[in-house]
Structures are given as structure tokens and as C-alpha cells.
């Protein structure tokens, strides 16, 4: 029995109809933008896996750190002590991020870094004895599956088993020339019922790659503060490169009181997530009292191997070398994108730093894991490269890493796709 096989008897697996599914490739090892599976065949990661890995598989100068850490102090409990890569991972952190950012906290992965987001949203009006029990969030929007986060989340299929489980959250459109979302906005400020309004800044990941100009999210950010409410950009995706800069915040005038990391941090090698938070919200923490400080925590929390691998992956991000990579993938998916363009079956092309997205012309609505989706991706696992479309979407979001001909390959596999469907 193989592994595939055997994973099939024994696991259980993300976002999968386990009742259609058939064995799964098993992957035994990965370098650079290459996974290879147990009987050899090789696969172009052209998504990062999930968005995590941008600097390709097995990078040996974060390997490195973990096992420098792992040989010096793997793990310590992050309530009553600190250690030296927590301190050193904030120091950083807090040196790049939005200048308005003071005070971090760690924990585990996208969704937790959300729920810790929401939560000190919530009980900082508790604190001062305002009762703002409500959430603005953009339609269709992703922020992870675990309760709060999932609440915030506006694609359905996803929580409508959990319907009258979840915080209240009123959704407004992505501001774009069809949507009057300020004027939702406005319309919604005009109680004191919210916390906060979160969002993904500039593009919407699950969404399929929906893209919105920051001049728009700057005036919804502006009315926000003007109200009192607090904003949280979820830069879980589009964070440490991915739309061109440093963080998708670096576009705006505005800055966010909140901001959510994972998936890069750590380079894709170890589970790790961070809120940041502007000393307004923290000092709304502060009391004699001590109901009144922030009861949340993981076992994990400020682990000393995750800060070592994340401080080596923000060292890869900022060298002249790996700069020059996002800009040169940006340009060929902006060459990719005039080459669509001339595509018949092709509509909504559209890239923002190392990401591109587009539609297939289809006579009817596709959803999101339907026959069409399913279709595509067997295409594109058949032929050795990994991309999820979602529904009729296809995007790419490759490692930094990936060469001019890497991305061919990739480019000319999606050119066959679209000449069979």
C-alpha cells in the first residue's frame, strides 16, 4: 500500500468532498518551485501552496535558523516569560510595519491572528462600558474558519451550516464604480452598534483574486476613524511582497488600527501568526482591574523556532536579490496579462505585484468547487502544475523565486487549458 492510499484510509482533509475524491498525490519532497511525489513526478508550485512559501520549498537559509534555534531553546511558554526571537521577531516586525503599529501578538495561524483581532475589537468598547456587538466586513471577503473569523467571512457555503452560531456582521460591496460602498458605510456609522470593520486591503484571496483601488479603501478607512470604529487589514495573503510592496497597507494614506500576518511569515516552514495593534487599543487594555486585560492565548504562542524562521524569512525578503525577483515576476504577469488579453475566452485579466487573476467566458454562473473548477485543476495536476482555480477563476501567485522559465511553463499550460475547455 502507498501513501496515497494510505492517506486515503486514514486522514481527513481540508476543504475536500472526501465521498468524490480519489487518491491524492503525496508529496515527498520539495526544493525551489518543484514538488515531487512518490513516484517521481514533478510539479511547478505556481499558487506557493496556499500562498505561504515565497521563497520556494526546503529554502536552506531558513532551514538553517530553524535548526539553530532547535539546538538553543525550541520552545518556552509565552504567559509569565519572553524569550530573545519573540523580542527580536517584534523589534522587526514593528520596524516595517505602518508606523501607527505598537504592540504585537503572536499565536498560530491566519484565522487565530483574525479571532484575536475581533475579539479586542469587541471587548475594548466592554471595557469602557459601551456595549458594540457588530462587525462591518466586505461581501464575499475570507478570513479563516474558526468562529469569529468565519462570521466575518462572506462566502456562504463556507458558514451557512453555522447560521445563528456567529457575531453579527453587516457586509457592504468592494468599493468599485458599481458599488456606492461609502455610502453604505456612511449609512451604517450613523448607530454606535460596531467594533470594527474588517477587510482584505486591495485584493480578496478566496474571493478569486478580486482587486479594489486603495484610494477607495483609504475614504472607507477615513470615515471609519472619523466614527470611532476600528479597521483590521487582513494581510494574511497579501502580505511580505505579494502585491509589490512590503505589505498592501503601503499603498494607503490611511492606516488600519489592526493588521493580521501569517502564511509568509515564516517563509511556509512553521505555523505562526501575529496582530499588531496601534497603542490606542492596547492602552484600552490597561486597568487595576484585571478582568479587564485580554484572556486569550495558544500553547504555541511566541514560539522561539517560528520567530527564529520568521525573523530569516523577512532577512530573504529585504535582500537586493529577492526585491529584484518581485519585480521581475511582476513584470512577466503583467506580460502574461497583455498576452490574455488577445485571448477570446478570456475576460477580467487583472495582476497587482506578483499576483494575476482572470475569468473564463462561461454562459453560466460556475461554482465555486463545481464540475468546470474541478476540471481545470485535473488539467493542471495532470501536466505537473499545481494551481486551484476558483470557479471560473484562474490566478497565479508563484514564489519569488520562480525563473522567467518557470513561469512559461506555467503560461503555456494555462494557453493549452483555455484552447479545451
Not at 149 to 176: C, D, K, N, W, Y
Not at 212 to 219: G, I, N, W
Request: net charge negative; glycine share 6%; with cysteine.
Amino acid at each position: 500500500m502507498n501513501l496515497s492510499q494510505k492517506d486515503q484510509l486514514y486522514n481527513w482533509h481540508p476543504y475536500t468532498q472526501h465521498q468524490t475524491t480519489g487518491l491524492l498525490p503525496a508529496i515527498v519532497k520539495g526544493e525551489g518551485v518543484y514538488l515531487w511525489d512518490e513516484n517521481g513526478k514533478e510539479y511547478i508550485d505556481a499558487i506557493s501552496s496556499w500562498w505561504v512559501n515565497p521563497f520556494g520549498h526546503s529554502n536552506p537559509i531558513i532551514a538553517q535558523a530553524i535548526y539553530k534555534q532547535l539546538t538553543t531553546l525550541e520552545h518556552v511558554l509565552f504567559g509569565g516569560f519572553t524569550n530573545k526571537p519573540a523580542v527580536e521577531l517584534a523589534e522587526k516586525l514593528l520596524s516595517i510595519l505602518p508606523s501607527n503599529q505598537k504592540k504585537l501578538f503572536y499565536s498560530d495561524n491566519g484565522s487565530t491572528a483574525v479571532e484575536i483581532a475581533l475579539k479586542a475589537a469587541l471587548q475594548y468598547f466592554y471595557n469602557k462600558g459601551e456595549k458594540r456587538t457588530k462587525i462591518i466586513a466586505f461581501e464575499n471577503g475570507f478570513h479563516g474558519d474558526t468562529f469569529g473569523a468565519m462570521a466575518a467571512s462572506g462566502i456562504t457555503f463556507f458558514t451557512e451550516a453555522f447560521q445563528g452560531s456567529l457575531l453579527e456582521v453587516v457586509r457592504i460591496p468592494v468599493p468599485t464604480a458599481e458599488n456606492d460602498s461609502l455610502n453604505l458605510l456612511e449609512n451604517l456609522l450613523q448607530s454606535n452598534d460596531f467594533a470594527a470593520f474588517i477587510f482584505e486591503p486591495l485584493v480578496q484571496g478566496a474571493a478569486g483574486m478580486v482587486m479594489y483601488a486603495p484610494q477607495e479603501l483609504d475614504r472607507l478607512i477615513s470615515l471609519c476613524k472619523k466614527n470611532k470604529v476600528f479597521t483590521i487589514a487582513d494581510e494574511i495573503m497579501t502580505g511580505f511582497g505579494k502585491t509589490g510592496k512590503t505589505f498592501a497597507c503601503d499603498y494607503l494614506n490611511e492606516q488600519p488600527d489592526m493588521i493580521c500576518l501569517s502564511k509568509a511569515l515564516t517563509g511556509g516552514t512553521i505555523p505562526m501568526a501575529v496582530t499588531s495593534f496601534s497603542q490606542e487599543i492596547f492602552d484600552g487594555f490597561l486597568s487595576n482591574d484585571v478582568n479587564k486585560a485580554l484572556f486569550h492565548g495558544h500553547t504555541f504562542t511566541g514560539n522561539p523556532t517560528g520567530c527564529a524562521a520568521a525573523l530569516a524569512a523577512i532577512e530573504l525578503l529585504f535582500t537586493e536579490e529577492m526585491q529584484h525577483n518581485i519585480k521581475r515576476v511582476a513584470q512577466q504577469q503583467y506580460q502574461f496579462k497583455n498576452r490574455l488579453e488577445q485571448h477570446p475566452t478570456v475576460e477580467h485579466i487583472r495582476t497587482l505585484g506578483i499576483i494575476l487573476a482572470f475569468e473564463i467566458k462561461r454562459e453560466t454562473s460556475e461554482s465555486y468547487y463545481g464540475d468546470f473548477r474541478n476540471k481545470l485543476y485535473a488539467f493542471f495536476i495532470e501536466n505537473g502544475i499545481i494551481l486551484r482555480p476558483v470557479g471560473n477563476t484562474i490566478y497565479i501567485l508563484p514564489p519569488y523565486v520562480t525563473t522567467n522559465e518557470q513561469l512559461e511553463i506555467i503560461y503555456k499550460t494555462i494557453e493549452k487549458a483555455l484552447e479545451i475547455v
